[in-house]
């Protein structure tokens, strides 16, 4: 299964999901998406925005600091809840640039949400790391 193909299954299982974006946080470029129609561009570009502050930016390490975590330590998975919106961040854990971030509806059930978006970031990880090696 593609990245891509991946990305439109987690949408298709969880309808809450209304962004699913494979990204490089160190460019902040979103390269694969699967979302709702109606998105426009820069709302995916702040979603990935997030996520490269809330992973490896100035927010990871406020976020370290004020939990008391080692500052040096990497944040690989974040949540972020807001009204109208809960943001799912996970990143690679080798300190790549590598990550998913995904923008769902309040009412996602969010434990299972996480539980299938680990394994299917996981799969990603490993498209990617066969295009390497290949």
């Known amino acids: 299964m593609t990245i891509i193909q991946e990305l439109e299954q987690l949408r298709s299982r969880f309808p809450d999901c209304m962004i699913a ?3 490089d946080i160190s460019t902040g470029m979103v390269l694969t998406a699967s ?16 996520g490269a502050d809330i992973l490896r930016g100035e927010a990871s390490s406020a976020i370290a600091q004020n939990l008391a975590l080692d500052p040096a330590a990497d944040i690989v998975e974040a949540v972020l809840l807001n009204p109208n919106e809960v943001g799912i961040f996970l990143c690679a854990p080798d300190m790549g640039a590598d990550a998913l971030c995904c923008a769902c509806k309040p009412g996602v059930e969010l434990a299972t949400f996480l539980d299938t978006t680990r394994s299917a970031f996981q799969r990603m ?10």
């Open 125 to 134: 990880l490993g498209h990617v790391s066969d295009r390497k090696a290949g």
């Open 35 to 50: 979302h709702e129609l109606t998105l426009h561009q820069e709302h995916l570009d702040a979603l990935c925005a997030t």
């Open 21 to 23: 974006a494979f990204s």
